[in-house]
């Protein structure tokens, strides 16, 4: 079965730096299993997986000074 019958969604977590991490999945949980692949220990360790919002790719440019 193809990924795409399964909806994704954008996820921006907070991080303690004050930026924004984005992340992509089906849900919060998914999304951020996904960036563990992605990132190290140190990077997982700056996410605050319980502070996030989900937003449309049509907002992602509204977002952009906020990434980090």
Do not use: C, T, W
């Amino acid at each position: 079965m193809s990924s795409f019958s399964n909806p994704h969604f954008m996820y921006l977590f907070d991080m303690e730096n004050g930026k924004k991490k984005l992340a992509y999945g089906q849900s919060p949980e998914d999304a951020l299993e996904i960036l563990r692949i992605r990132l190290s220990d140190e990077e997982m360790a700056q996410i605050k997986p319980d502070r996030y919002v989900k937003i449309s790719q049509r907002k992602l440019q509204e977002h952009v000074d906020d990434l980090g």
